[in-house]
C-alpha cells in the first residue's frame, strides 16, 4: 500500500513554500558545500518551529523533490537541481578552502623534492589565486616556502 501511495505522490508539483523550501535547501548547498540544519532553514525562511521544516522536508521526501543520502545530519540533496545555482562568485567555501590549499601543498611538496627552480613561477600563479580568493592567510603561509625555492 505504501509503494502505491509513494507511486501516486511523486513527481507531484511543490506547493509555493515547499518551492520556497527547495530553493533555499538548493542556494545553501551551492555556498556551504553541506545542506542546513532544519534550524537554520526555521531561521533562514522565518518558520515558526523545527516541526513546520520537518512537515515541508518530509513532504518533498515523498514527492521525489529531496532525498536523505542517509538518517545522519546535513545529508539533504535536492534531487534536480537549477541551473540558477551553478557557481557565479569567487567565495570558497570551507570544505573547498581545504581542498584547494591540500592541491596547493602538494605542488609544493613535488616542487621542493625536484629542485622546483622550473615550477617557480605556476607556485607564485597558485598562491596569487589564493590571495585572489580571498584566502590572504594561506598565501601568506606559502610565501616562505616560495623563497625558499629561488634559485639564488
Known amino acids: ?3 502505491v501511495l509513494t507511486a ?3 513527481n507531484i508539483r511543490p506547493t509555493k513554500k515547499q518551492k520556497e523550501l527547495l530553493a533555499f535547501i538548493e542556494v545553501f548547498i551551492a555556498e556551504h558545500g553541506f545542506s542546513p540544519s ?3 532553514v ?4 522565518n518558520y515558526g518551529s523545527v516541526a513546520t521544516v520537518a512537515l515541508h522536508i518530509n513532504s518533498l521526501i515523498t514527492r521525489g523533490h529531496l ?3 542517509d538518517q545522519s ?5 535536492v534531487v534536480e537541481p537549477t541551473e540558477s545555482t551553478k ?7 570551507a570544505g573547498e578552502e581545504k581542498w584547494l590549499v591540500e ?9 621542493e623534492q625536484s629542485n622546483g627552480a622550473e615550477a617557480l613561477d605556476d607556485l607564485y600563479v597558485l598562491v596569487g589565486a589564493l590571495r585572489v580568493l580571498g584566502l590572504d592567510g594561506a598565501a601568506t603561509s606559502f610565501m616562505p616556502r616560495l623563497a625558499a625555492l629561488k634559485p639564488e
Open 67 to 69: 532525498r536523505k543520502r
Open 8 to 10: 501516486e505522490t511523486k
Open 87 to 93: 557557481v557565479t562568485t569567487n567565495q570558497v567555501a
Open 73 to 77: 545530519a546535513r545529508s539533504l540533496e
Open 42 to 45: 526555521m531561521r533562514g525562511l
Open 38 to 40: 532544519y534550524r537554520e
Open 103 to 111: 592541491k596547493i601543498e602538494h605542488a609544493f611538496v613535488q616542487a
Open 1 to 3: 500500500m505504501n509503494d
